[in-house]
């Protein structure tokens, strides 16, 4: 695997480490509303505190685009971040210059501070050289805990690595373990389940998982645009017709490779969009005109817990229906237990992630059942694409 160092071979007593995390975190009304990541950063942080480190830490937040926007301040992130730790963490109005220096100047070690969002400069994006300089002065070794923002090659995620002495934080460890679990060296037959609401998004995602992975089951609302590729009429359903002849080649190629694909045989529909819209379950080439598939059917939920019983390794991206919307979360939630239920039977390796997918885990009451869930959505999807992440790669001596 890969050849990065770890923070168990760094002295970090008595150092500056700058360490980058992802605080991008769901804030609603200046309160933080999920606090997975900020969870997952701690065991990093406790531990360079714990060894007389001067814990600096660098997280962007939103986009500002350079601009010093006031909603996308990580301030409000302090006091729930501090709660996490169980240690008082400090706070700079500015991520270089002489505020982050008086500020760094004042800890003692084993003291925690946090700087301003790093996208306050433009170079951050940019991955500008200016801008790195003016961040690794701040430090004597650089952390990167980061793996959700690691397809990102900016300042603090990329650039900040070349620079220091880098390390990879426990978080970013745990992530690449588990990931390189699910699809670098796997145990075989490895599943992936990739649902949600488009092809054109998962497209290079398709493509990759096809050539790697022994099943692939395709869901929600991109099976509709593989279903009508193969002449299935699927009425006013979510679709992307103009992308049938990318569908007919990924199923193609899927032929070539083996993989196994499983689509819907089934479906529940509905005339609206709304959560207790009246519904039945019909055939899917049995869809009505003025009708939308709004969740897989019974049916198709048997056929994917049949491929999740074959499985010795599962890799999920994306919900199998409208999960946000009761009761159109059936199939997810039916799947998403019986995966769990596989994985504490010790049958099945389970890792998902990606943008909706936490949610709807968290939604089937099953997240702290899988094998791993990382918090990355972009990084997640960019790794299953078989991409080399910027961030990653920087840390590979
Ligand atoms: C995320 O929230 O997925 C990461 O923090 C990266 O954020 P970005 O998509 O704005 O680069
Ligand atoms: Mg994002």
Known sequence: ???????????????????????????????????????????????????????????????PKGERKAEDSLKPIVAPLAKAIGKPVAFADDCI???????????????????????????????????????????????????????????????????????????????????????????????????????????????????????????????????????????????????????????????ETGCEIVLPVDAVIAREFKAGAANEVVDVNAVPADAMILDAGPKSVDAVNAAIDKAKTLVWNGPLGAFEIEPFDKATVAAARHAAAATKAGKLLTVAGGGDTVSALNHAGVADDFTYISTAGGAFLEWMEGKELPGVKALEG
């Not at 160092?5 to 970090?12: E, G, P, Q, S």
């Not at 500020?103 to 306050?120: P, V, W």
């Not at 970013?172 to 992936?192: C, D, F, I, N, Y």
């Open 97 to 255: 210059g002489e505020t982050a220096e008086k500020a760094i100047a004042a800890l003692s070690n084993g003291d925690i501070l946090l700087l301003e969002n790093t996208r306050y400069y433009k170079g951050e994006e940019k991955n500008d050289p200016a801008l790195v300089d003016a961040l690794a002065k701040l430090g004597d070794l650089y952390v990167n805990d980061a793996f959700s923002a690691a397809h990102r090659a900016h300042a603090s995620t990329e650039g900040l690595a070349h620079k220091l002495p880098a390390y990879a934080g426990r978080t970013m460890q745990a992530e690449l373990t588990a990931l390189g679990a699910a699809l670098g060296t796997p145990k075989r037959p490895v599943l992936a389940v990739v649902g949600g609401a488009k092809v054109s998004t998962k497209i290079d995602l398709l493509e990759n998982l096809v050539a790697k992975v022994d099943i692939l089951v395709i869901g929600g609302g991109m099976a509709n645009t593989f279903l009508a590729a193969q002449g299935v009429n699927v009425g006013k359903s979510l679709c992307e017709h103009d992308l049938a002849d990318t569908a007919r080649r990924i199923l193609a190629k899927a032929k």
């Open 1 to 63: 695997m890969s050849s990065f160092k770890t923070i168990d071979d760094a002295d970090v007593a008595g150092k500056r480490a700058l360490v980058r995390v992802d605080l991008n975190v769901p804030i609603e009304n200046g309160v933080v509303t999920d606090t997975t990541r900020i969870d997952r950063i701690v065991p990093t942080i406790r531990d360079l505190s714990e060894k007389g480190a001067k814990v600096v830490l660098l997280a962007h937040f939103g986009r």
